[in-house]
């Protein structure tokens, strides 16, 4: 299995308070992505990182930040969570194949974080 | 932009029944396709993936076929186990100048196998 850990695996907390999500990877990969997963939409890109200090937005970044200051460190914050923001959360790792085509991505076990 | 639409579940099948799950896509460039399992309680675990037309993903007795013609991706298995019940995802990739390669994700297709 590929090294990644996310913490916590789960949480709960309240309207407006901040979140911060962690993933940590020992694959020395260079992409790393957050996702959101929830019933009917499958897992919607969040935000993704190419690099130390080099991220960009997905598809669904209204309300988030990540930041990511070590390679094997990428981390998703709620600055302040809506109870839109239940779900799960995943993180995934890849990286860029000599061909460019069909790299897989690996992915964390997940983060649970409901807001009340 | 890029979409995957993939037939919405439950799919409930007796044991040693044929299986197919249907996925379609849009792609604006050359996709590579894959088929992603997530098993109760875990992250996903790429289950098979295809990187041109004509090409034949397989795995575990799962197979599916890239078939530019028609835009499709179908999962196929010829006699499930119990233990293939899962929730199974159909994804494509294109390549991006930074993302390295972005997965855009069809909504889920949930097996369910009963003895």
């Known amino acids: 299995d590929a090294g990644i850990t996310q913490s916590p695996r789960h949480k709960v907390t309240e309207t407006g308070t901040p979140v911060t999500l962690r993933c940590h990877q020992t694959e020395n990969h260079r992409y790393m992505y957050w996702y959101r997963q929830d019933p009917g939409h499958g897992l919607r890109l969040i935000h993704y990182s190419y690099g130390v200090k080099d991220t960009d937005k997905g598809e669904v970044s209204d309300g988030y930040s990540v930041s990511r200051s070590k390679t094997e460190d990428f981390l998703l914050t709620l600055e302040s969570a809506t109870s839109s923001q239940t779900s799960v959360y995943f993180c995934?790792?890849?990286?860029?194949?000599?061909?460019?085509?069909?790299?897989?991505?690996?992915f964390g076990p997940g983060t649970r974080l409901t807001v009340l | 932009g890029n979409s995957v639409t993939q037939m919405e579940g439950p799919v409930t099948l007796s044991e040693e029944a044929f299986l197919t799950i249907n996925c379609t896509y849009t792609a604006t460039g050359y996709p590579s396709l894959f088929w992603y399992v997530q098993y109760p309680g875990e992250g996903l675990q790429l289950l098979l993936k295809a990187t041109k037309a004509d090409d034949k993903g397989s795995n575990k007795g799962f197979e599916a076929t890239y078939r530019k013609e028609t835009t499709s991706f179908h999962l196929e298995k010829g006699s499930v186990q119990v233990s293939d019940s899962a929730v199974y995802f159909c994804?494509?990739?294109?390549?991006?100048?930074?993302?390295?390669?972005?997965?855009?994700f069809g909504g889920g297709t949930r097996l369910m196998v009963k003895p």
């Open positions: 995934a790792i890849s990286d860029r194949s000599s061909s460019g085509r069909g790299n897989e991505q690996f």
């Open positions: 994804a494509l990739s294109d390549q991006a100048d930074n993302a390295g390669n972005m997965l855009t």
